[in-house]
């Protein structure tokens, strides 16, 4: 990924990127079609499994959920106790904590429906590995729209996207990838242009309710064509197309490496009838995905699940499409997603847009744990003190090491939803979201609020 590049060929790429796009400017400047055609990526290698039916689906909170031995008082004292810490004052804070035996032992506006943050990339990872399925991967190609003719392409070169959130500058799934199997290819010339097909998914780039600088300090313009995560610029050609603009970065590339490009740089007016994939890369599985996004909240992966999603169901990737879809997915799997007062805007919390209660989130990790692909997703959670956007955090604490959890931080949100163990081997499931003006210093108080179930010995 750009980020791990050398600085010098870092700097060197973005440079050539900035160039490409001075030069290019005016060139197909806009970009938009009224009728799109359809998308020509092929869709994830692995069908999704079949939902389990609803018919039959237990209640929200199955028996499971319900203690069979009454709750400690000396627990319940220590969590209110925690609760009552200074730096949750001023703060809406849900919560809601279940350890096996006792049921749900401590709840603090647990109904209350609150913005999740980076927790609804919890949704987001369970609707993936229920619907595209673990084993599916994403592919970009370069497809030729006529023959090849010795070291000559008598056609258009089409940069076909297909969703790809992990595609790089350089390795095994890279646009470099890409211009290395065209040059084996033989092809050392195109006569036509260099044509980008990013129509698999809408142009709907970034969402409402996303944080002002958002873009690109914490995610890229969503696109089907996407490389570094569309991260490497923020400039307002750049949000605005781009499809245009990584074609153009492969078109330098190209260029580097000897294939010249007779034509302009345009977007797909028109599917062609027949084409010739001369190249091609694929992503990693969707299970490698999903636990590389909840490692290290990202957002671009996040976005890209929900936006494929979409696609496989209705052939157009939309965020609302998508969002939707997983909901119901998951409902129809007796998972509790189509929860009364919870808003799935996207797919990776960013927006202001998304609530869900406390109690919504613990039901919907507690229900998790009996589906198939549980161990997949839970293999993904950072881990206290130990790993992602825990690491740092429980520290020297009885967590450290027990705790398995969801981040989450926007603007006055913090978030932490997951699992642990107690010193006594009961499991834990645990959801606490904070909404408010004073969430600066939060996190230790959460985490104290979490090390007192983990510390419970009984």
Known sequence: MLSLLPSRQKLSLLLAVALAATLLTGVNAAGAHPTPPAPSAPAPTASPPTPKQATGCPEVVDTAAAGTEAVPPALVDSLTTALGDRRLTGNHVGVSIWVEGFGEVFANRPDEPLRPASNEKILTAMGALEILGPDATFTTQLVATGPVEGSVLNGDLVLVGG????????????????????????????????????????????????????????????????????????????TTRPGWSNAALLRVLLNHHGVAIDGETKRLDLAPDTGTVLASTTSPPVSKLVQHMLMYSDNAIAEALVKEVAYRAQGKGTTASGAATMVLALAASCLPAAAPGAVAFDGSGLSRNNQRSARQWRELLLLARQEPWFATFAAGLPVAGQSGTLQRRFVGTVGAGVVSAKTGTILNTRTLSGYATTVGGRDVVFSVILNGRNTGQANAAIENLVNQVVAFSG
């Open 163 to 238: 969703g790809d959130p992990w595609l790089a500058l350089k390795g095994a799934d890279s646009i470099e990838t890409l211009v290395t199997a065209l040059k084996a290819a033989g092809v050392t010339r195109v006569a036509g242009a260099l044509v980008y097909d990013d129509f698999r998914y809408d142009d709907v780039f970034t969402l409402p309710g996303w944080p002002s600088g958002a873009v690109p300090g914490d995610i890229g313009p969503v696109s089907a064509i996407t490389v570094e995560r569309n991260r490497y610029r923020g400039d307002p050609t750049f």
